[in-house]
């Protein structure tokens, strides 16, 4: 026979079991919207029973003795977890790659009425109403400023690139070191977890979110250890960054990593440079790249180069500035003979760069210094420019059409350009596609993910209630019990 | 399925986003008329615009050439047509002056006539226009007959001026002096006829004609000529004006959006976003708690 007061013992354990549900039901709801967090349940089981005598076995019975909380546990899918990070590394990727895509695009301005084409446009038809009149000052003027916007235009966009690449390269070094704060971070929960055992629910939920943002940034293989710690490997070289409770290597930015937006900032960083030479070396073309020309017939030329009288002749020279050098300026010596033209821009041909490129500053103050004409005559001694002749920037007008030595291959430099901006176009398109692929997968697995861990309002509400009954039953147990002892100490002995 | 808040919560605004985004996209298109943004939108299609419009800028600039072109033309196609008109009256004279019934005085004011006539040819041949001298080749700040006897000295220049009417052709427009007057050493030179006629009258000796017959013959000559090359001009310009035309249509397909087509889509987008707006409305407000009481 058991004892009288088992049923009190049995009443508060279903107090206390009710009370846990409803304190995690509470739990669950409060942290509803809490970053990371997985639904925690509790699991009940029955408390060991008694052996009382029966009569109809020869064995004896079993009396229950209630409920016992065998544990609070969180509920979690690791092959979801696993391919989570998995797709939020090639996220993370992308994401940077289309970011700086997206930039590119709106740095090169295309297109538009006020970018590069128009640019090189515009100087192009000022060429060819200074081959209209020659002898103008005016057409040379709009020249001047139309050379000027187009180095200004270049410029702004080299600038743009280069204040990109920069970010890139800032932002390259913060992700890293973000990384390495994930990495301790992590350590410090494995730790932790050592000491308090595997069913340290909260903990687990810290320790996963921060190893998702670290998926975020570069790729890594996780594996769980039977204590509970964590060892997490770079999966490009599988070199070990933690080891249970000790860091193994820390990240720098200049190791080769994949996935993740480490390697996204790496790989746009490097797609920025390629641009920004494409662009440096069309301005390079342009200025210094070899052109032929054809110069007409009876034409004499500035620098001296000997040309026939009688037919056209096939003449190399070095880009804009060697054509422009050619012809024959407005512009008079001390001794009166006239000049040739002088270099249009300023630059340094060897190493190229748009950012120390500039409009020759000599032009700037003395329009004369622009040649339209490839003829000259001698008169009285000294050298006269024709200056009736626009054989020179009928030439330079032109260009626009002709093919200029870019990068070591013969192109048009409009063609060059649009090609380098449809080019761009379609590795943003790709990018573009890429990112909404993969965050339609990483949406779909977070949201089977969801339905895994998730809280429930509706079923936490549900559970609550469902708690609530059993405490309140639990609770009318040990009242009944009461009135058992009630009926046994005051009514049995009062007689 | 099991389903919670958070997930409902999460591809609504997800939904909304998107759909906020496109309609944000066409919106754009609507208000800007232009299909194109950025290369990404179309990246061909993009090139091929960037293209067009930079052919068409070229065009334009063909136009303008062709307009000075025309301009440089009718301005020669008039001065030849005065100097004809001289030339005319300079041979009747000479014709009249070999009549053999006149007086020495009437001869002499004859010849003070054709001196006269001449005079008014160099002033053609010196003709400038918005300051430049047509027919004196490269060198358009200089008369090609500065002088009275200039004619005995090739004292012009021949150099041509051409303007580029497409991206390889350039049209030369003017008429040099030797083609309209003859050159130095040439017996037909008309300058030099005309003093012959002149010289002629005073000493009484017959008046040579068939020399003026053959200078007036070349200036005819190289007047239809100034006549064919303005009328391949004309063709021209009106070639470029066709082809600017089709270059513009070409370029309106490929970055102009279609208003109807636009707006349709516009709209239904419209009513998409509301759709989202309130179906989200609807979902995220309600759980068991407000059931439960």
Redesign the interface.
């Known amino acids: 026979m058991v004892s009288t007061f088992h049923s009190l013992e049995l009443g508060k354990r279903g107090l206390f079991a009710g009370q846990t549900g409803v304190t995690t039901s509470g739990h669950n709801i409060a942290n509803?919207?809490t970053k990371g967090y997985s639904r925690q349940q509790v699991n009940l089981t029955t408390s060991p029973s008694l052996d009382v005598w029966t009569s109809g076995e020869a064995n004896s019975g079993q009396l229950g003795s209630g409920v016992s909380v065998e544990s609070i546990t969180r509920v979690r899918d690791q092959f979801l977890d696993r391919q989570y990070r998995e797709q939020s590394g090639t996220l993370g990727e992308w994401s940077v790659k289309q970011d700086t895509?997206?930039k590119l695009?709106?740095i090169?301005n295309?297109?538009s009425e006020n970018g590069l084409?128009?640019a090189?446009?515009?100087f192009?038809?000022a060429w060819?109403?200074l081959?209209?009149e020659?002898?103008s000052l005016p057409a040379r003027a709009v020249i001047k400023e139309s050379a000027q916007a187009f180095v200004d235009t270049a410029k702004s966009i080299d600038r743009s690139m280069t204040q990109l690449k920069n970010d890139l390269s800032s932002q390259l070094t913060s992700r890293v070191s973000e990384a390495n704060s994930y990495l301790n971070q992590i350590v410090e929960i494995n730790k932790s977890i050592q000491q308090t055992g595997k069913q340290a629910n909260d903990l687990l939920d810290q320790r996963d979110l921060y190893v998702e943002e670290l998926s975020k940034l570069v790729s890594i293989n996780v594996e769980e250890r039977s204590n509970g710690v964590l060892t997490i490997k770079l999966a490009s070289d599988d070199t070990t960054l933690v080891e249970g409770t000790t860091i193994g290597t820390v990240l720098e930015s200049d190791r080769q990593m994949s996935g993740g937006s480490i390697l996204g900032t790496m790989d746009s960083i490097r797609t920025v440079e390629s641009y920004q030479r494409k662009l440096n070396e069309m301005v390079k073309g342009f200025v210094f790249g070899d052109i032929t020309v054809e110069i007409?017939a009876?034409s004499n030329l500035a620098d001296g180069t000997p040309v026939s009288d009688n037919q056209n002749s096939q003449v190399p020279v070095k880009g804009i500035n060697g054509l422009h050098r050619i012809g024959w300026s407005l512009k008079e010596d001390e001794n009166g003979n006239s000049q040739a033209g002088a270099s249009l821009f300023l630059g340094d041909e060897t190493n190229f760069e748009i950012a120390s490129l500039e409009v020759n500053p000599a032009i700037k103050e003395d329009s004369r210094l622009i040649a339209a004409?490839l003829?000259s005559e001698s008169v009285n001694g000294q050298q006269k420019v024709?200056?009736?002749?626009g054989d020179l920037a009928?030439l330079i007008?032109?260009l626009?059409?002709q093919g200029v030595t870019i990068d070591g291959d013969t192109s048009n430099i409009?063609?060059y350009?649009?090609?380098m901006?449809?080019?761009?176009?379609?590795e943003?398109?790709t990018s573009?596609r890429q990112m909404t692929n993969y965050e339609t997968a990483l949406?779909a697995t977070?949201?089977r993910r969801?339905?895994?861990t998730?809280?429930?309002?509706?079923?936490e509400?549900?559970n609550l209630?469902k708690y609530q009954h059993a405490y309140n039953a639990a609770a009318r147990i040990v009242t009944t019990t009461d009135e058992l002892l009630d009926t046994i100490i005051n009514r049995m002995a009062a007689r | 399925?099991?389903?919670?808040?958070?997930?409902l919560h999460?591809?609504s605004v997800?939904q909304m986003h998107q759909n906020l985004n496109r309609f944000n996209q066409i919106s754009q298109q609507v208000s800007t008329g232009k299909l194109?943004q950025?290369?990404?939108?179309?990246?061909?299609g993009?090139?091929k615009?960037?293209?067009l419009?930079?052919t068409l800028?070229?065009n334009?600039?063909y136009e303008?050439?062709t307009t000075?072109a025309s301009l440089w033309l009718d301005e020669t196609d008039q001065v030849i047509k005065q100097t004809v008109n001289v030339l005319h009256r300079a041979r009747e004279l000479a014709v009249q002056g070999n009549t053999g019934t006149l007086s020495d005085s009437d001869r002499a004011a004859i010849a003070e006539e054709v001196e006269h006539l001449t005079d008014q040819i160099r002033q053609f041949a010196n003709t400038k226009v918005n300051g430049?001298y047509l027919f004196?080749?490269?060198?358009?700040?200089q008369p090609p007959y500065p002088e009275q006897d200039s004619y005995q000295i090739n004292s012009f220049?021949t150099?041509?001026?051409?303007?580029?009417v497409s991206?390889s052709l350039?049209i030369k427009v003017n008429v040099t002096a030797d083609k309209l007057f003859g050159t130095a050493d040439d017996e037909t030179n008309l300058f030099k006829t005309l003093t012959n006629v002149t010289t002629s009258l005073r000493s009484g000796e017959s008046v040579p004609l068939e020399e003026m017959e053959k200078g007036l013959n070349r200036i005819l000559t190289s007047w239809a000529e100034v006549g064919a090359v303005a009328e391949r001009v004309e063709s021209i310009a009106n070639r470029l004006k066709d082809s600017n035309l089709q270059l513009t249509s070409m370029l309106s397909k490929v970055?102009d959006v279609d208003y109807a087509e636009a707006i349709t889509k516009l709209k239904s987008e419209e009513s998409i976003y509301q759709a989202s707006l309130s179906v989200t409305s609807k979902i995220i407000q309600s759980?068991?708690?407000d059931f439960?009481r």
Request: charged share 25%.
């Open positions: 509803a919207n895509l997206a695009e709106t090169i295309e297109p084409r128009s090189m446009d515009q192009w038809g060819e109403d081959a209209n020659p002898d007409p009876g004409s003829r024709i200056s009736g002749n009928q007008g032109k626009r059409d409009r063609q350009f649009q090609s901006v449809s080019e761009l176009g379609a943003t398109r573009n949406l977070d949201n969801q339905s895994v998730g809280v429930s309002l509706d079923e509400m549900a209630i | 399925m099991r389903i919670t808040q958070q997930m999460q591809s997800r194109l950025r290369p990404s939108d179309d990246p061909f993009v090139s615009s960037m293209n419009k930079s800028a070229a334009e600039q303008r050439n000075n430049k004196n080749g490269q060198k358009t700040n220049d150099g041509a001026v051409a303007f580029a991206d350039s970055e759980s068991l708690v439960i």
